[in-house]
């Protein structure tokens, strides 16, 4: 079953916008991800947060955790087109040899 | 090659035929999973090699569907008397560790079409 859940579904920005992306999941982690799939094949990794950090930085993203609500934000700064793609969250369990869990993504769309 | 190579990238199939899709993860990657998407939907997990401990297979959705890792390298995903809801992109990743649930790397997928 899936852990994560990404919401909104679908998100349409204008190019230049800020696009948020949220994500909750519903067990204990040790990490939780961030990536990105283009045109329904290949996903590409994004970000990785730990779940002793509550906040990190990767260029134009910024992801955000907060354990007790069980939720994770990412932020995409002053988009582009080239940012339009599908966003998708993974989780990590705590168990230590558990196979990362993927959401069902946010459909990100950027207008030029 | 540097990054997960998978093959077929396309492979069209009769109901009720077997089809193989392999995957040949980075070099030195001791962690290979594989996944499934259908059109429109997010990644549904099917089995996870790491190392040389017993594979985790609870998401194979069936007794149709195998998978194997030989020398601790390439994987070949089977799925065996196919159906026409097996029709998906089958996506394959490696990472250099499992545990703790370490950066994947993807290939490109190999999209099954069952008629």
């Known amino acids: 079953s899936q852990q994560g859940e990404e919401d909104p579904q679908a998100l349409s920005i204008q190019e230049g916008e800020n696009a948020t992306m949220n994500c909750s999941y519903k067990?204990?982690?040790?990490?939780l991800q961030w990536y990105r799939q283009n045109s329904g094949r290949g996903l590409v990794h994004l970000i990785l947060?730990?779940?002793?950090?509550r906040e990190k930085h990767s260029g134009r993203l910024r992801v955000t955790l907060d354990t007790s609500k069980k939720s994770s934000s990412l932020l995409i700064t002053a988009s582009r087109a080239a940012d339009t793609a599908s966003y998708f969250c993974a989780t990590g369990g705590d168990s230590g040899n558990t196979p990362l869990v993927f959401g069902k993504g946010t459909r990100l769309s950027v207008i030029a | 090659g540097a990054g997960v190579s998978q093959s077929p990238s396309n492979k069209v199939t009769e109901k009720g035929k077997d089809v193989e899709l392999r995957c040949d993860p980075i070099?030195?990657?001791?962690?290979l999973y594989w996944y499934r998407q259908s059109l429109g939907q997010g990644l549904e997990f099917l089995i996870y090699?790491?190392?040389?401990?017993?594979?985790?297979k609870s998401g194979l959705p069936s007794d149709r569907f195998s998978a194997e890792r030989t020398g601790g390298s390439v994987s070949t995903l089977t799925i065996q008397r196919t159906q026409q809801e097996d029709s998906a992109v089958y996506l394959c990743?490696?990472?250099?560790?499992?545990?703790?649930?370490?950066?994947?790397?993807f290939g490109e997928g190999s999209r099954l079409t069952v008629l």
């Open positions: 090699f790491q190392g040389n401990s017993a594979p985790d």
């Open positions: 947060i730990r779940s002793n950090e």
């Open positions: 067990t204990s982690i040790n990490n």
């Open positions: 070099s030195g990657h001791t962690a």
């Open positions: 990743a490696s990472s250099l560790s499992g545990r703790n649930g370490g950066e994947l790397f």
